[in-house]
């Protein structure tokens, strides 16, 4: 029972088990325009993959059967609210899918850091299940089934860099970012994301006005760094204060960009290679830093690897 060749989801028709292995994100620029009608909030975002990785393994089980085990045991919830067993639930009805699974989920991204960990593990799911439930369009509706797990989900099913709108599930590929290297800091403090899109308390998205990070999407060349900014950092660092100081530890360090990852409460910074990355997070030892590379579309893709043979 050996790990096969990575291959892509419509490839994978007759797999008893298979393992994705599932990236973090962050959001180089992040603009929130207003609350919409259904009560998420308009964004403009920059969505880059990070090589931190969570591992899902997914093997086929009989009908009625439906299990869940994390590792580390209680990183995250292993109950029916996890993300994973969500996925797991609407790929069954949505397919009119009666088999069942046994899901292994290994958890490195950070958990409520704002690195979308949760979300990339749902897409992971989604990947795996269509090859070990043998769908035959395993892309088929995908995003759409993403969309109603989370704002961040469908974004996993692209990875690399990409641009998203609305609520964030409205997604245009972009070509690869420069081989950067991040440092990343994450903390105790769960931050919860309703909480903090609840407290900017804004009225009604207005139009969006054009913005260098968004011209820049369109038009290409380096990216304007100095224009990338995230909407949700003044408030979560005003509410939940180690993470301003996370930031700030990481803004003496002069990095190209620092920055609160999505709703937080990890903080991150971005370095020109990887020698500058791991020097500034030997230096900040006590934070416990992560160093990881901006990952290429190619090197973030989910993709199922077969473990078991159907
Ligand atoms: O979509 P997701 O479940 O990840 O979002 C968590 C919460 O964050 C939502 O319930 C909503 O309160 C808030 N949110 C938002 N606008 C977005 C994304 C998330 O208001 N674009």
Known sequence: MGVG???????????????????????????????????YHELRTLFAAVGVWDELLVAAAPEGVLELTVEPAGAVSAGADNLVLRAARAAAAAWGCRAGAR??????????GGMG???????????????VWRQPDPAAGLDRLAATLGSDVPYFLIAGAAWGSGRGTELRPLP????????????????????????????PAGKALGSPVYDWSAGGG??????????????????WPPVGRRLQALQATGPLLAMVSGSGGTVFAVYPGEERAREVAERLGPYRP????????????????VVEEA
């Open 176 to 203: 690869d970012l420069p081989p950067w290297w991040l440092v990343l800091l994450p903390g105790e403090e769960p931050v919860s994301t309703a909480e903090v899109y609840a407290s900017l308390g804004l009225g």
């Open 222 to 239: 380096p990216l304007p760094l100095g224009a990338c900014r995230n909407d949700l950092e003044p408030t979560v660092t005003a509410r």
């Open 103 to 112: 899901l292994r989920l290994l958890k490195r991204i950070p958990v409520g």
């Open 117 to 131: 960990g949760g979300s990339a593990d749902a897409a992971a799911a989604l990947v795996a299940l269509a090859a």
């Open 290 to 305: 992560m160093v990881a590379p901006l990952l290429t579309r190619a090197g973030s893709l989910l993709r199922p690897m």
């Open 5 to 39: 060749a990575p291959v892509r989801g419509a490839v994978v028709t007759a797999a008893a088990a298979v393992l994705v292995r599932c990236p973090g994100k962050v959001n180089l620029h992040l603009e929130v325009l207003g609350r919409r009608r259904d009560g």
